[in-house]
């Protein structure tokens, strides 16, 4: 029996590597050199359009292993991140730093340097390029050697053309007439010259040219896609796309298809999907052959960090891996703006869970978000009739099941969901209703539901914005996590309070000190504009699980503080002169996949699904951005599951500040239990300082 998939995708928004021949490398900070048109000067933009240096050189070129190029006074030289000069200007041109050294001129003639501007390769090159696995290529009189990073020529100055290695080869050719072959790092021909043209090897593949036929090699020099395309790209996480008669395919590296149909331009994979255009629209298509989103864009990039650019009728967007798209026009600016998306398997103590009866295990991060438990909830009331019977009984699905009979623990006013075949439209339907619902701040959702598909979608929002916004630190909390490390973290609160501060004042009447202990811990409730809601902070010691732990916090808050309380233990609810609320600022992005519970069979047979076909979860993910600070609580959401069918007082002032392990949650006031709430035992989430 053919399976088919339901497509459930969980949605909540709350306001309150290079892989290459030797292993995974760890992605480099993305920063970018940026030109001013006004002043024609040049500075360093984050990847969020962050200005980390003013415009203020002459020229940049390209940020690489923490140092950007800079030319000041017709001279260049190395900055960091900060915009502080690591290597004085003093060169006539330089480029960026690779493999630990930087090709630099002097006098007419290249050389290179070390990060501690010491010369490592003397100036006596016409040209030197960036190094690469060891070796960079140098040029005198328009020959082509390679120079080690120990400044020794290793391979004569004997060849017309050279390029930089990769997984231990490089092309060449002996003169301009004869064809390309690749040299080892001896200089010796490990695949003989007999290609038209040949590129870099990238993942162990290389596309070459023979004639007008493009095919892929491998390090042997194998042909793995014979030689007989119209035109052919490097693979790119285990594909590759071939042109053939005018239509471009992909295919893996045994040379199966990926999908049957053809496409008029397409992209390389990256992070799991890759632009493909059809009758002159783009869309994103997926590994498993599906597409993430249907082709509608005027224009389409490749995945970075979790995310895609897209543009459709002048207005410009990005894309994320779920198939929601934001358009820039209503994207908060500035602070506001959500920081790249990362998957969490590159974190790596954190961990995300789909209900609040999650164990707590000492050296690791846990969030939960309710939006998985709410979508879950219209799969079953709204497509399966019941609980959701699966295959194997996965972890969490029983914990699920349970709770679809509890009402959502968020108010109607602030979320959207609805469940449905592809059949039926429900992708228009989501996005009409996320549009009728919340405007302009809705994200539009571009997914590609099939005709026997289920979409079960859920989207949350909460706008928690502090009446007056608290102060931004500027000394940083020394935070000490479960396992002693110490970081320096931002912070927000009130530093110093002081009963005749006007500003301080203001901030304090947002702030209530449920409970103090000075052994135990401190539990402090935020307000906000929102009289519905509340921000909960808490330093008290976790229970099992973060469910217990909260309803540990819940009793102490009704408690209150110890009644013997001694000097250290002052009972006062409110804020007192000399004393300092301190809170690290959080901020982050994150997507997760509920590996657990995808590609389990669903077993119910509801009249829904009696239609003669097998469904089964193919993927279940939540993402969440969460961000606290001075103006508010932040907290955007998004999972998705295919399942595919003052005075002196009396007491010594209490230290307020969060510098060590802590919970915080948001809850509706009239809702027994948060939606959502995370527990920070480490400083993995934390903004840096």
């Known amino acids: 029996m053919k399976s088919k998939i339901i497509a459930a995708i969980f949605l909540a928004v709350f306001v309150s590597v290079f892989s290459g021949c030797s292993g995974t490398v760890l992605a480099e900070e993305r920063l970018f050199p940026f030109c001013d048109p006004d002043t024609n000067r040049y500075g360093l933009k984050a990847a969020d359009g962050k200005v980390l240096i003013e415009a203020k050189f002459e020229d940049a070129k390209a940020f690489s292993e923490g140092l950007l190029p800079v030319m000041t006074g017709k001279k260049w030289g190395f900055v960091d991140r900060d915009g502080k000069f690591a290597i004085e200007p003093q060169y006539e041109n330089a480029g960026s730093f690779s493999d630990g050294l930087a090709g630099v001129r002097r006098n007419g003639k290249w050389g290179a340097i070390d990060k501690s501007g010491k ?3 003397d100036f006596k090159y016409d040209m030197l390029c960036e190094f690469s696995e060891g070796l960079a290529v140098v040029i005198n009189d328009n020959k082509y050697g390679y120079v080690g990073k120990d400044g020794n020529l290793v391979i004569a100055m004997k060849f017309k053309t050279a390029w ?11 003169e301009f007439s004869e064809p390309f072959g690749y040299i080892d790092k001896k200089g010796d021909w490990a695949i003989a010259p007999k290609f038209d043209h040949a590129d870099y090897f990238k993942n162990g593949y290389a596309k070459v040219r023979q004639g007008s036929a493009w ?18 790209t490097n693979f790119s996480e285990g594909v590759a796309a071939v042109r053939y008669k005018g239509g471009w395919y992909f295919i893996t590296e045994k040379g199966e298809g990926v999908v049957k149909k053809t496409f008029d331009q397409v992209g390389e994979f990256n992070e799991g999907f890759a632009p493909v255009r059809i009758a002159e629209k783009w ?5 498993n052959g599906k ?9 389409a990039t490749i995945f970075i960090d979790g995310t895609a650019s897209v543009t459709l009728d002048e207005k410009k967007g990005v894309i994320d891996r779920s198939g929601v798209v934001r358009w820039i026009e209503s994207e908060p600016a500035g602070d506001d703006k959500a920081p790249p998306q990362i998957e969490s398997t590159k974190l790596a103590v954190t961990s995300f869970s789909p209900v609040l009866d999650a164990k707590i295990v000492q050296g690791k991060n846990f969030i939960y978000c309710s939006t998985f438990q709410l979508a879950w909830k219209y799969l079953c009331s709204q497509i399966i009739g019941g609980p959701v019977k699966m295959e194997g009984d996965p972890e969490n699905a029983e914990k699920l099941n349970v709770l679809i009979g509890d009402d959502p623990v968020v108010s109607d006013d602030a979320y959207f969901a609805l469940a449905g075949f592809g059949r039926d439209a429900i992708a228009s339907g989501v996005n009409d209703g996320l549009k009728a619902k919340f405007g302009s701040r809705a994200p539009t959702v571009a997914l590609s539901v099939g005709a026997d598909e289920i979409l079960a979608f859920a989207y949350l929002f909460k706008n928690l914005e502090f009446k007056k916004e608290f102060e931004t630190i500027k000394s940083p909390i020394e935070f000490t996590g479960a396992n002693g490390k110490k970081t320096k973290i931002a912070s927000f609160g009130i530093d110093c309070f ?4 006007k500003d301080q004042k203001k901030m304090s009447r947002q702030l209530e000190i449920s409970y103090y202990d000075h052994q135990k811990g401190f539990i402090i409730r935020l307000s906000s504009k929102s009289a519905s809601d509340e921000i909960v902070i808490s330093t008290v010691p976790p229970r099992g699980t973060l469910k217990e732990t909260f309803e540990n916090i819940a009793v102490l808050i009704k408690n209150g503080s110890p009644a013997d309380a001694g000097e250290l233990d002052n009972p006062d609810k409110t804020i007192c002169d000399r004393e300092s609320f301190r809170m ?18 669903i077993l119910n047979e509801t009249p829904a699904l009696k239609d003669g076909k097998s469904y089964i979860i193919g993927s279940a993910a939540q993402s969440v951005r969460f961000r606290l600070c001075e103006k508010g609580a932040l907290l955007e959401s998004l999972a998705f599951g295919n399942v595919f069918p003052t005075a002196v007082p009396k007491y010594h002032p209490r230290d307020l500040t969060v510098k060590g392990p802590f919970f915080v949650y948001l809850k509706d006031i009239s809702k027994p239990y948060p939606y959502f709430m995370m527990y920070v035992d480490n400083d993995e989430l934390l903004i840096k300082k």
């Open 119 to 121: 010369t490592v390769v």
């Open 164 to 174: 930089t290695f990769s997984c231990g080869l490089a092309v060449a050719r002996n």
């Open 215 to 232: 095919g892929v090699i491998n390090t042997k020099g194998d042909f793995t896609i014979p030689a007989r395309y119209d035109d052919v």
């Open 283 to 287: 869309g994103y298509l997926g590994k």
């Open 291 to 299: 597409m993430l989103a249907e082709a509608q864009f005027d224009s």
């Open 498 to 501: 002081s009963e005749h501060d």
């Open 584 to 601: 690290p600022k959080i901020d982050f992005n994150i997507l997760h996949f509920f590996t657990e519970v995808q590609n389990h069979k």
